[in-house]
């Protein structure tokens, strides 16, 4: 199984960047799919996840409705959309996936850096 995430980068704060999760080994429709962030200094936090069945969503208050967090079962991909970036947002992103929502989050990319500028 791997994670390969990228599209982080450096943004002015109030900017905006898509993250993109590519799976291979497992299929995306099959897991629940989630976004991580861990910043300096700082334990993992969760971020953003998408349900196995593609039903349902679930943010961190930290940045719910600023990020969106999509699956593409063709490409197997999971995207993650920040907008309003802040420089709090500034961390190294992970994405992760979990069997069907009750395997624990088991399998991990190689993380993305983002550093949002003041």
């Known amino acids: 199984v791997q994670l390969q995430a990228s599209g982080g980068g450096l943004v002015q704060a109030g900017g905006s960047l898509r993250l993109s999760c590519a799976a291979s080994?497992?299929?995306?429709?099959?897991?629940?799919m989630g976004w991580f962030r861990q910043a300096p200094g700082k334990e993992r936090e969760f971020v953003a996840r998408v349900n196995w069945s593609g039903s349902n969503t679930d943010y961190s208050d930290s940045v719910k409705g600023r990020f969106t967090i999509s699956r593409d079962g063709a490409k197997n991909t999971v995207d993650l959309q920040m907008n309003s970036l802040k420089p709090e947002d500034t961390a190294v992103y992970y994405c992760?996936?979990?069997?069907?929502?009750?395997?624990?989050?088991?399998?991990w990319g190689q993380g993305t850096l983002v550093t949002v500028s003041s």
């Open positions: 992760s996936a979990n069997y069907q929502g009750r395997a624990g989050w088991r399998h």
């Open positions: 080994g497992l299929t995306v429709s099959s897991y629940s």
